[in-house]
């Protein structure tokens, strides 16, 4: 296997040296993708990842936090950061690649530590005393294990299952061995903790109440709280000969017990908080711990250890078996040629959009609601999944589940309609384990069950699930109407909706949002989905009222923004346009600006075009929005008049030009951005991960294919990185694809036949993408000005009516309000 790997690897390497693959020459695929997987891209450049081990789509993420001499920070909000080599613990929960710092989860961190422990761990707030350097070059980070050296003289080696781990600890023979649980200390604080030690047993339980994300930010005193529980259960295979207890600032050598939270503000956390330590003989060796996890209860905690870690289960078999997990996810799609660097990047970006959604039931099919109730898992229903970043996701990494693994997307969906139902109907765009947070803005779980639907995701409530959403979207509730949380944390699904159905956009000064603008962008991009979803289901009313609602988004569109052209502006309620306005504002968007929204409406492109002048105007514009004034590209993101690629609202951009028949400028943008701005180094991610939506979009782009309408299944195309890839969808479908030219500077396409056909279009049906075939390419360094250029060649696209300007007062007064920080 190695000599193959190597084979492989020396292969693709030839390959993209900027040669080709020779006429008849069989491109080897890829037998060992975990090989490939670096679990460290990602870990600075704000990509917020964490290394450390955990299964796809599992329960328990058991990785390291790092600390800069904060005990209520970790340098990132993944809870790790690549240049910060000291360390406070080992936590059991973690999310991918968000914002909001300190960010999210990072439950229970348990530290070795070799001495006497003689103060409260919990009065050490700036990690003097226990916490520990390393250096990287004493660290392996692989899929589903992590091991480390600490300069403390301890060992750590970690493994998991979904839902339970092992973890050994070697600790110097001849000092004190102890293990700290700081039970209170998750990366955004806590409302209360607990730990019980039966040193008769060898067992320590205890559990967290925890949640607070984003609750630093603009609106966020709405998320100081706590919305779910996690317990913990664990064995340990040495007695335990010493322990004790703290209380904030109080140690209490040989208790058994302690409570206490540590809140969720800067200002409440340092010194407060609970936890415990056991001690060990280090003389005996390596102190091995398993343990297991629930959100429901600690007896569900331990029946999950039991059941994944019966005895006798060695560290090497859960090792062994976390490989071949992944090993099974990552070979949904098999590539061949390509570079080592560039294998590294792609496998790495799917191994990090599979670690999302996580798993939230327990063996026994219990689950912790919205309600903080517990449920059993729906008829038909597989596995209940937590955690829904709504407005990151629904613009790639859902439709990439969907893709790669209709039934686990099904199971998604089935799990948002459940927390919706236990939540009075309302969907979260935001979900936090079970908890909704009301982060960002729009309605995301439409576009997102449309198009997962799509995709062959059918095994879900799906008429309750739609005629629950339409009723979102129709239905005016006191929370659309409400303005707490806000900005950043507005409660409705829906805000501003009887203003919206109204006014056909959300007012700037009766919003209730965050971002008048980008709300009524993303609203329009949810009706549409919607509309789109009830075409399916042969439900014409909902299809044409929809379908109208989805051009609300023209009428935030001022075609006399600036002299040079018309861009999207936020409106107050009397129409008036708010001002002062420039292309770089970001007043009424979201983490964005007005010169990076105007390209969201992926639905409407040609009513876009219309507005912005026809289409040569557009593309004109579109190439100023990658290029800098000298013609060169300008895509890190610096420049807030042009494409930020380390965000979402604008990441359909680069495949735009399918539409507007000129594909070779989506080809050779797409490449410049797979080659560019992404990378087998710690600083390979653009920027937040958010939840695998950044990996995602590069898997995609990586097979030079994009759902740019997040709620269809067409795909709009670029060009592959690879000579061959072979796409294994889960449904029993398998697409492949064949460039055999492709290399660095071969990426212009020539050529297209799909299935043995010839095509002149930039896109592939959603019948071709649920019934599988063959995508052939013929590909140059030249680009082919005359191939996908017909009008009639560009993908499909909502048909609503020819773009007309807005009416709008003649006077202008509205003037802008305060601004409102981000939450990366």
Known sequence: MRARR?????????????????AGATTLL????????????????AGNVYPGATRPFGMIAWSPTT???????????????????????????????????PGASGDVPIMPFPGDVRTSP???????????????????????HYQVGLDNGVGVDLAVTDRAGLGRFSFPRDKPANLLFRTSNSLPGSKDASIQIDAV??????????????????????NQRSYYTL??????????IGQGTWVDGTLRPGTSRATGGEGFTDAARPGKGSGGYVGFDASKGPVTAKIGISYVSARNAQSNVDTELPAGTSFGQVRSDARKAWQTELNRISVGGGTHAQLTTFYTALYHAFQQPSLFNDVNGEYLGSDRETHKLAKGQK??????????????????????????????????????????GEWDRWLHNNGGTHVMSGDPSAPALAGMYAFGATGFDVKGAFDSLVRAATIPTAHDSADNGCAIQCVGQRPGLADYLKLHYAPDNACHCWGSAAETLEDSVA????????????????????????SYYRDVFNPKATEHGGYLQARNADGSWVVPFTPTTDVGFVEGSSSQYTWMASHDVRGLGQALGGTQPTVTRLDAFFHDAAGNWALKGLDDERYNPGNEPDINAPWLYDYLQRPWKTQETVRQLVTTVYGAGTDGLPGNDDLGTMSSWYVFAALGMFPQIPSRADLVLASPLFPKAVVHRGNGATITIDAPRASAATFYVQNVQVNGMATSRPWVSEAFVANGGTISYDLSTQPNTTWGTAAADAPPQAQLPDYRPVQAPAAAVAKAGPRVTSVR
């Open 6 to 22: 190597l084979l492989t690897a020396l292969l693709g390497a030839t390959l993209l040296a900027g040669t080709t693959t020779p």
């Open 122 to 144: 919990s009065a050490d707030s700036k990690d003097e005393v226990f916490a520990s350097s390393f250096s990287h070059a004493n660290e392996t980070a692989e899929p589903g």
């Open 30 to 45: 890829v037998a060992d993708p975990v090989s490939y997987v670096d679990p460290m891209i990602g870990t600075t450049n």
């Open 67 to 101: 600390t800069k001499g904060n005990q209520a920070g970790s340098g990132a909000a993944g809870g790790y950061q690549y240049d910060v080599t000291r360390l406070r613990g080992f936590s059991l929960t973690h999310l991918n690649g968000t914002g909001c710092t």
């Open 201 to 222: 047993h060898n067992r320590v339980t205890g559990s967290v109440d925890s949640g607070g994300f984003c609750g630093r930010t603009t609106g966020g005193e709405e």
């Open 231 to 240: 317990h913990f259960s664990v064995q340990f295979d040495q007695p335990i």
């Open 383 to 424: 596995a209940q999944y937590g955690t829904f970043s709504g407005w990151d996701v629904y613009r790639a990494q859902v439709q990439l589940l969907a893709f790669l693994d209709p039934a686990r997307a099904g199971d998604y969906a089935q799990s948002l309609y459940n927390f919706a139902g236990q939540n009075g």
């Open 527 to 550: 009706d549409y989905a919607l509309s789109d979803w009830a075409s399916r289901l042969g439900r014409d009313p909902e299809r044409a009222a929809f379908l109208a609602r989805s």
